[in-house]
């Protein structure tokens, strides 16, 4: 089957969560629990834990900026690094040095089990590092973790563009359903273009 438009993804914090919880190693429990009280977008997620507590587990130095945010919101933050930590959190951060090995609850998370001790929470954050978006598509050009796109939402590759998280922060709903609708805009108006040629050709 032949379409005009492929659109990949069906909504800005649904399909993000879905493609991270797929790309990445899980600890048990981790994909039982996702939208459970499992999270990997804290700017997405955050304001559903004010005064909880939280934890998170940082796979890297992005991780300490993500519980910093968390620790403005929330009412206590346990911050799980998994690589050398530099230490830039906010003092009010409880730093944990174990290894999580299991995401426990009912109906939604209530406990982090480590290997050494457990830990109760309201909400897990895996903060974790993803699949360049370069591995996906050979050749896109991208910048840091992100694909390159311009004001259009088109790459340095035809035909396709981004939209969303993938190109670029802040991760927030409203940045990425402006981005969609300017993308989609852009395809529709490359198509017609496209459609105006050839007519113009058979005549």
């Not at 409880?94 to 609850?105: A, F, M, Q, T, V």
């Not at 993803?130 to 991208?142: A, K, N, Q, R, T």
């Not at 709903?173 to 040629?197: F, T």
Request: glycine share 8%; net charge negative.
């Amino acid at each position: 089957m032949r379409y005009d438009i492929a659109i990949v993804g069906s909504g800005s914090a649904g399909m993000a969560a879905a493609l991270n919880a797929k790309i990445r190693n899980k600890i048990k429990g981790e994909e039982k629990y996702l939208v459970k009280g499992v999270g990997y977008c804290e700017t997405c997620d955050a304001g559903l834990y004010r005064d909880k507590v939280v934890a998170v587990v940082g796979y890297n130095h992005e991780g300490e900026e993500d519980a910093n945010f968390l620790s403005e919101i929330a009412s206590k933050i346990y911050y799980i690094p998994m690589y050398k930590l530099t230490n830039s959190l906010d003092s009010s951060i409880e730093i944990i040095n174990d290894k999580p090995l299991e995401i426990k609850g009912e109906k939604t998370v209530n406990k982090l089990v480590l290997k050494n001790t457990e830990l109760y929470a309201d909400g897990i954050f895996i903060m974790e590092d993803s699949v360049s978006p370069s591995y996906m598509v050979p050749g896109l050009e991208v910048e840091g973790p992100h694909i390159k796109a311009d004001r259009e939402m088109k790459t340095n590759i035809e035909w396709l563009y981004a939209a969303g998280d993938c190109a670029g922060k802040p991760y927030q709903y409203l940045k990425s359903s402006g981005e969609g609708q300017m993308a989609v805009s852009s395809a529709i108006s490359h198509l017609d273009k496209l459609r105006i040629n050839q007519m113009s050709l058979q005549k």
